[in-house]
């Protein structure tokens, strides 16, 4: 069973940039498709990005296109988040998971959430 634990977040001013990691312990890792998902308080958790077990497929929610790029070192077990141009409506708890097969956008598909990393953007 693949453990998940995000870490990177913080506080920072609108304009700036963080770069967020999910470590993976488990030999699963590296065949599994992998999701960054967000939560604000709130409000329900959504989509923010994923990508394919080779990387080689990636997918972006609207919101974040353009600014934030997900990647993966399967030889580290481990998903970025590389978030730029942050705005204030991009706080929140940023959790990653995992699951088999291709990606999708739907929270409930994904397992092997981690505790999450807050991310809070100042105006």
């Known amino acids: 069973q693949v453990q998940l634990v995000e870490s990177g977040g913080g506080f920072v001013q609108a304009g700036g940039s963080l770069r967020l990691s999910c470590a993976a312990s488990g030999r699963t890792f590296s065949s599994a498709a992998m999701g960054w998902f967000r939560q604000a308080p709130g409000k329900e958790r959504e989509f923010v990005a994923a990508?394919?077990?080779?990387?080689?497929?990636?997918y972006y929610a609207d919101s974040v296109k353009g600014r934030f790029t997900i990647s993966r070192d399967n030889a580290k077990n481990t998903v970025y988040l590389q978030m730029n141009s942050l705005k204030p409506e991009d706080t929140a708890v940023y959790y990653c998971?995992?699951?088999?097969?291709?990606?999708?956008?739907?929270?409930?598909?994904?397992?092997?959430w981690g505790q999450g990393t807050q991310v809070t953007v100042s105006s």
């Open positions: 998971a995992g699951k088999g097969g291709p990606i999708t956008t739907l929270a409930r598909e994904y397992a092997g």
């Open positions: 990508i394919s077990w080779s990387g080689s497929n990636t």
